[in-house]
């Protein structure tokens, strides 16, 4: 039956029942149980206990089949915890007929007790089975569900109420990030907001999305990273402080990107790059058992290990070592660009300066890295906010972890010198003239925030996204974010 008909044959039983006087969208009704817990409770009590027990159940939640033998009903009811089935008898269920015409897709409370049919299914022997909500649009076909990709995301409550592997992905994401914080919440770090509006919109090499406040007229951005702001909170006394904060971004958008993504970032007087780094293994280990009951996991095709002492390898060392990038193609930009333009980058893409190695180093090196890394030590140029390595002026104490040939933290010695921030600062203002859309920006009260003294400190940021991509074994973002960003559908032109 096509779909249409199906509305309309729902829209017909909607106005039957409210010209008897019913109500088809029901103000209230309290289950005395979820689902979850009734199975956790009686599922494998035997048959005779249960009989004798008869336990008397109220339920609630989406009638998600119902199948019809003459006198008898059969369903299942899934809320938002697990899913039970539900049999009806035309001489023990009140209201039969009104049974009857229940649509799958429909929001309803069983009342019975619990039983076992004769395939051991425990089940709502129901005395009651009647209509709370009238669901009006047909369920995707019951055993393929919603498989067009560019529907699912655009109608994910039917993505969800059809796809059960889905649902247990925004699960799973909710219990990486209660594990992480949990985990920090352990280490005494102590759990901040900070603006997502802000004057100036620092703390990383991105385009920001600008909007106007109206009452103060001045131009604000969306937020492409808290750091500046955590940094001021260790300036003001707060040792160890995390956000599990919303970024936004105005870039493109990927299989790995989404405008508006979520990052943890976490900063933590007297330590320093090495620090984090164990921390990051033990962290992220401890969070993948957690959530996955194991260490051990394959995302996009390869197998990972999360256990045990992770590779790390400096970043000149990489290109050279990991990427087979012979060292005076490193050493002369020219060289480098004319490697990189053999393997189709153009010079527009290789960039300028540092961001030659940047490009190398993507291009070269990131393919290999599918076990934990961290590479480590980056030039100068491309770190404005680290601390330069001790003897290795040049460098920078600063590292990102890779996984799965992917990208998952960032993390530095934090710049602490108030002079050397001002100089990097109006070398990126420089850059940015020049016009480099994605310079840091010169922001003067952080600089001052620094002449106050900020201590000895560490900082991280870890894409949950990624996390959530790499636990959960998707390979697209838009997979683990509820709601991605997608282009405005236009109106058929018959509309």
């Known amino acids: ?170 699960v799973k994401r909710a219990k990486v990030i209660s594990a992480i914080r949990r985990y920090l919440d352990s280490m005494e770090f102590l759990e901040v907001e900070t603006p ?37 909170l260790i300036v003001g006394g707060y040792d160890r402080v995390y956000e599990i904060n919303r970024n936004f971004r105005n870039e493109g958008i990927s299989t790995m990107h989404n405008p508006e993504f979520t990052m943890l970032e976490f900063y933590m007087a007297y330590v320093d790059y090495n620090d984090l780094m164990t921390m990051s293994e033990k962290m992220l280990s401890s969070v993948a058992m957690e959530v996955c009951g194991t260490t051990s996991l394959n995302w996009m095709g390869h197998d990972i290990e999360l256990g045990g002492e992770w590779r790390r390898c400096a970043f000149f060392e990489a290109i050279e070592t990991i990427g087979g990038v012979p060292k005076d193609v490193v050493d002369d930009h020219d060289k480098a660009r004319e490697w990189l333009k053999a393997r189709g980058v153009t010079a527009e893409k290789a960039g300028k300066g540092a961001k030659v190695w940047e490009k190398l180093f993507e291009v070269a090196v990131e393919p290999h890295l599918v076990q934990p890394t961290f590479i480590y030590d980056f030039p100068l140029e491309l770190s404005p906010l680290a601390k330069t390595k001790e003897g290795a002026p040049h460098l920078v104490e600063r590292f990102e972890l890779y996984i799965g040939c992917k990208e998952l933290a960032n993390a530095y010695t934090e710049l602490n010198d108030p002079d050397d921030q001002l100089r990097r600062f109006k070398e990126q203002a420089g850059l940015r003239d020049a016009g480099d859309a994605e310079a840091q920006w010169m922001d003067l009260d952080y600089v001052t925030a620094l002449e106050y003294g900020m201590p000895p400190t560490g900082g991280e940021g870890i894409g949950i996204d990624r996390l959530a991509m790499l636990l959960t074994g998707q390979d697209s973002i838009r997979e683990v974010i509820l709601f991605p960003l997608l282009k405005i559908q236009k109106p058929d032109q018959e509309n």
């Not at 299942?76 to 897709?105: N, P, W």
């Not at 100036?200 to 990273?225: E, K, S």
């Open 196 to 232: 997502m509006m802000q004057p100036i919109p620092g703390g990383a090499a991105a385009r920001p999305f600008v909007t106007h406040h109206n009452a103060l007229d001045m131009q604000l951005y969306m937020r492409v990273a808290p750091e500046l702001y955590l940094k001021r």
């Open 1 to 170: 039956m096509e779909d249409n008909d199906q509305v309309k044959i729902r829209r017909e039983r909607l106005d039957g029942l409210r010209s008897r006087g019913l109500s088809p969208y029901v103000n209230r009704y309290k289950p005395s149980h979820r689902i979850a817990h009734l199975l956790k409770e009686h599922a494998g009590r035997p048959a005779e206990d249960l009989e004798k027990l008869a336990p008397q159940v109220k339920i609630a939640g989406r009638l998600m089949s119902i199948r019809g033998h003459g006198k008898t009903i059969f369903g299942h009811v899934q809320d938002g915890s697990a899913k039970i089935q539900v049999y009806a008898r035309v001489d023990e269920t009140a209201d039969f007929d009104d049974v009857k015409k229940l649509d799958m897709g429909d929001i309803v409370a069983g009342e019975g007790t619990l039983f076992y049919t004769k395939t051991g299914e425990l089940t709502v022997r129901a005395t009651r089975l009647f209509l709370l909500t009238k669901s009006l649009s047909p369920l995707p076909e019951k055993w393929h569900g919603l498989k067009d990709v560019e529907t699912r995301y655009r109608q994910r409550y039917v993505d969800l109420i059809s796809n059960d592997e889905v649902r247990e992905v925004f």
